[in-house]
């Protein structure tokens, strides 16, 4: 079955740029989301089709795609990141969606 | 606004079924794909199944394939995950999510005996 691949952990202090990163063999045909999830609250999305930031949400937030690769990139990350992340996206049929595994971000 | 209320999680015992709803307000429901997914105590969210607007079809994991039924009632505005043979590794919080962006808040069901 199709996975999707992020690193469990990520720590940056306050304002420096954080990077999560997501492989997957379909990324490259099929759009990725990221959410936002903090502790015992329903997630919430932060970056759209690669790359497209929903209202509301800060502009620190930005999504980028390089083949089986996509990346969120917080810059100047603040405290109130800290977060788990986690990307969404579906395999090459487009009926079958995956999480990647999550990403704790620490900033401090 | 886009507004998503799960409901009908609870505590079952192991082998039982249930049947988890959630209502939806704020846009037009036929429109838009609907997803289920699931988040185990202290683990990361899972992609269950989804159905297309219109019902025509229905995609599952391998994880529930069999055991679990999405539907809808387009005319209720209301999605439904019908789970049967529930074990303990189903007990988690159920999140419905239209298409890839709006989520509920999410209903805990509990599978104990």
């Known amino acids: 079955s199709y996975e999707l691949t992020q690193p469990p952990s990520v720590s940056v202090s306050p304002g420096q740029t954080a990077r999560i990163t997501c492989s997957g063999d379909a990324l490259p045909r099929k759009f990725a989301y990221w959410y936002q999830q903090k502790s015992g609250q329903a997630p919430v999305l932060v970056i759209y089709?690669?790359?497209k930031r929903p209202s509301g949400i800060p502009d620190r937030f930005s999504g980028s795609n390089s083949g089986t690769m996509v990346t969120l990139t917080i810059s100047g990350a603040q405290v109130e990141d800290e977060a788990d992340y986690y990307c969404?996206?579906?395999?090459?049929?487009?009926?079958?969606?995956?999480f990647g595994g999550g990403t704790k971000l620490t900033v401090l | 606004q886009v507004q998503l209320v799960e409901s009908g999680g609870g505590v079952v015992q192991p082998g039982r079924s249930l049947r988890l709803s959630c209502a939806a307000s704020?846009?037009?429901?036929?429109?838009?794909?609907m997803h289920w997914v699931r988040q185990a105590p202290g683990k990361g969210l899972e992609w269950l199944a989804l159905?297309?607007?219109?019902?025509?079809?229905?995609f599952y994991a391998d994880s529930v394939k069999g055991r679990f039924t999405i539907s809808r009632d387009n005319s209720k505005n209301t999605l439904y995950l019908q789970m049967t043979s529930l074990r303990a590794e189903d007990t988690a919080t159920y999140y419905c999510m239209r298409d890839s962006t709006y989520w509920g808040q999410g209903t805990l069901v509990t599978v104990s005996s």
């Open positions: 089709e690669d790359n």
């Open positions: 969404y996206s579906t395999d090459s049929s487009g009926n079958h969606w995956v």
């Open positions: 159905i297309y607007y219109d019902g025509s079809s229905q």
């Open positions: 704020g846009f037009t429901f036929r429109s838009y794909t």
